[in-house]
């Protein structure tokens, strides 16, 4: 139904037609559909083994060096039926002279997929499929892909060991399978059946009040620990309104979850990936989003080149997410030593505006960096009673020019415990907030030294801030917990102090971080 060229992040060199160099040969690409006529469509050519890439129109010819290649197509025709057919095909051809090969889908063999008594199933199964040219430890990035529904996908077998073949097959109902699956070489007979008592479990829970939006597309891409033609095939598992629940039973082995977040108009404004969850058969795990509270997640301080650096980005984002889940904001940035201010900047992290803070400084001693971060999206009115609207960091520490830091400061992560899924406490009880005190990584120029918390204090506020009660403390494992004593209605604003045995303290605040209800 869809075909795209396979993308990595380290993307093979790309040559059109008319940019081959030193060329001594030509190739032409014929493709045939299922009933014999010609088919236009995009073709990807890989050379082999330096896996440079070339892309040329099926029927075209592309002038290119002497040499082998793998040329492959996904051959799509429309149907009746509004689906049409997918067949995916690739051949090693050897170019010398005027080369030509023809890519026939009459060749192809339905990929077959099935899953034993699939109960509560509506309807065949998704899949998406992909050949790779297997040139490089790269292959999911030399590949042709295409999706459709089981019955109207093939695949053109090959046993070349310069190939090879993956899918994913997705199925729909009371809960989502999603089964991945990779070749060696394109089989003769492609596909596979698969049990409900040899996958895993990974079951969501998606909270509303943090997001600009309800609306939550969850999915689950495939991430094998070696890169394979299965690589990043996603699966999606509930598309709704939170808060909601949803269960996916998917094969073992290493998977991605992510959360796209979309407006009224569709346009996608947030979500994420989450961190990578590497499962065994009959093992079941929850992944969470949307869980108050959201602040800070990655980024500190740095002094580096006589100057105090920080990156305004993800400072209001989903715990369970981490950067790529950070919310667009707008900050204030000031530096100051004593009473001096040494600089004051705003910024946004929206778009392409400037998110990074740089603020020379001349004398060692200490320094107090703050930052106070507001929601923020030009033409976006947020929500009324959105939670964590605003994040506050207030950071003190000592810093030299002369010598290259991370600062010795900490973020603080709250997560109330006991919430319901709209991120709610009942009225007049007592929350624990789990609090762990955490140092991002930065970049690699920068020394990045061990930071011990000495103390952790909590306080919380029923009144958006204009008074402040002290919460008890106590140690718990790695972390620390606070208990905190709600209001009769409205919203709890949480802040933390910790401190080293040097003096370097980090203060931070989050508004609004968890509802009454």
């Known amino acids: 139904m869809l075909a795209f060229v396979g993308v990595a992040a380290l993307a093979p060199l790309v040559a059109s037609a008319a940019s081959a160099q030193a060329a001594s040969g030509s190739l032409a690409v014929t493709a045939l559909g299922r009933h014999g006529t010609k088919v236009s469509t995009t073709v990807t050519v890989v050379a082999v083994p330096s896996g440079r890439r070339y892309t040329v129109r ?46 026939d889908a009459r060749k192809g063999k339905a990929v077959k997929v099935s899953l034993d008594t699939p109960a509560g199933v509506t309807g065949p199964a998704r899949l998406d499929a992909r050949v790779c040219a297997a040139v490089t430890d790269m ?160 980024f500190l301080p740095t ?16 715990p369970d997410i981490g950067t790529s889940g950070a919310d667009p904001t707008k900050e204030t940035v000031v530096l100051s030593k004593g009473s001096t201010v040494v600089k004051k900047q705003t910024l946004s992290n929206w778009g392409s505006s400037e998110d990074v803070f740089s603020a020379r400084i001349r004398t060692a001693g200490w320094y107090r960096l703050t930052v106070d971060a507001r929601r923020y999206r030009p033409g976006v009115t947020f929500p009324a009673g959105m939670l964590s609207p605003r994040t506050t960091v207030d950071w003190y520490f000592k810093a030299d020019p002369a010598k290259s830091a991370v600062a010795p400061v900490f973020l603080t992560r709250f997560l109330p415990t006991g919430l319901n899924t709209r991120n709610q406490a009942a009225p007049n009880t007592t929350t624990t907030v789990d609090v762990s005190a955490l140092r991002g990584s930065q970049n690699s120029d920068v020394k990045f030294t061990k930071v011990t918390a000495k103390s952790v204090r909590v306080w919380s506020s029923a009144d958006g801030g204009r008074t402040w009660k002290a919460a008890a403390v106590r140690h718990s494992g790695t972390g620390w917990q606070a208990s905190v004593r709600n209001p009769a209605s409205g919203a709890v604003a949480l802040r933390s102090e910790v401190t080293d045995s040097a003096g370097d303290r980090s203060v931070e605040t989050v508004y609004r971080a968890y509802a009454i209800g």
Request: a neutral charge; charged letters at 20%.
């Open 303 to 318: 002094v580096w080149q006589k100057s105090v650096d920080f990156v305004a980005d993800a400072l209001i984002g989903d």
């Open 58 to 103: 099926s029927g075209k010819r592309i002038s290119l060096p002497t040499g082998r290649y793998v040329a492959m197509t996904d051959i799509y025709e429309s149907a009746p039926d509004s689906l049409g057919t997918d067949t995916l095909g690739a051949q090693v051809v050897q170019v010398s002279g005027s080369t030509s090969v023809t890519l």
């Open 139 to 298: 292959p999911s990035a030399y590949g042709v892909s295409g999706w459709n529904e089981a019955g109207h996908l093939y695949v053109i077998p090959n046993s070349s060991k310069l190939l090879k073949f993956g899918y994913l097959a997705n199925w729909s109902g009371d809960d989502s399978y999603v089964v991945a699956k990779n070749t060696a070489g394109i089989p003769t007979a492609p596909g596979g059946a698969f049990k409900r008592s040899k996958l895993a479990t990974m079951r969501f829970s998606v909270r509303s009040g943090t997001q600009m939006a309800t609306r939550h597309d969850i999915a689950l891409q495939a991430h094998p620990k070696v890169d394979d033609c299965t690589t990043d095939l996603m699966g999606q598992v509930h598309d709704d309104s939170a808060p909601y629940t949803a269960t996916a039973r998917v094969t073992p082995g290493t998977w991605q979850p992510r959360d796209d977040i979309f407006a009224s108009n569709g346009d996608d404004i947030g979500g994420g990936f989450a961190k990578l969850r590497t499962l065994a058969a009959g093992q079941s795990v929850t992944q969470p989003f949307g869980r108050a509270v959201w602040g800070p997640t990655y």
